[in-house]
């Protein structure tokens, strides 16, 4: 770290330290999961106060770039995954696309009538059974979201004999089901983790995250309907336009 601060710029110095630590992470010199330089390096290096240098972490912390290990120092956290909110509907192939490595649980699989909500949002014409399949997603092996899925039974019953811990959901339903995607609509908003939901993401109840429903319309007969709960410090969301 050979920077230099400007003592004459309006800038404060602590946030001239934050933007260089910021692009040390930011370029990989200081790589996920791995601790960065003590206080008294910091002071040293760049010259200021342990205050100045406090001010400086506390940037970063608000901007969930570092944590802290009670008796063992700062370290980078990983950094979250991009999320195309009408993108690839694989998470499979999401995650692959991004060089990273995902895997799967049940959670649960069931067979059960849908509320009037979610039958409307299906687009049954009458009240029926649908397959309910929750699942915990993981990337790199830490919970990443749970996802549950809501799928007409009378047309894909027979998915519930396949391991669905592996199954990409998504590509068998159009290549072996005939799958005809008319849209895709996706809603998000925060919410804070119940019980259930926080013992499977591994964060304290009362943790924030996103709920992300997204409705599928097929040109033909049911649609499908998600509720996904990602874990608040694991993505940031985009949507491309054209």
Known sequence: M???????????LYYQLAEILRENIEDGIWEPDTEIPSENTICKDFEVSRSTVRRAMQELEKEDLIYKKQGKGTFVKRKKFDKDLLGELSFFKEMKSQGLEATSEI??????YPTAYIQSTMNL???QKIIKIRRLRKVEGDPFAIETTYLDYERY???????????????????????DIKEITA?????????FFSQYL?????????????????KKGSGIFSRIIIAGDKAKFYVTTK
């Open 157 to 179: 019953g027979s998915i519930l004999q396949r391991d669905l811990d592996t199954l990409v959901l998504y590509e068998v339903l159009e290549k072996e089901f005939g799958l």
């Open 2 to 12: 050979n920077q230099k601060l400007n003592e004459k710029s309006i800038v404060p």
């Open 187 to 195: 809603y998000i908003e925060p919410i804070i983790l119940n019980e």
């Open 107 to 112: 959670i649960e699989t069931d067979i059960i």
């Open 125 to 127: 014409e009458k009240i």
């Open 202 to 218: 591994g964060r304290p109840q009362g943790a924030p995250a996103l709920l992300m429903e997204r409705i599928i319309k097929c």
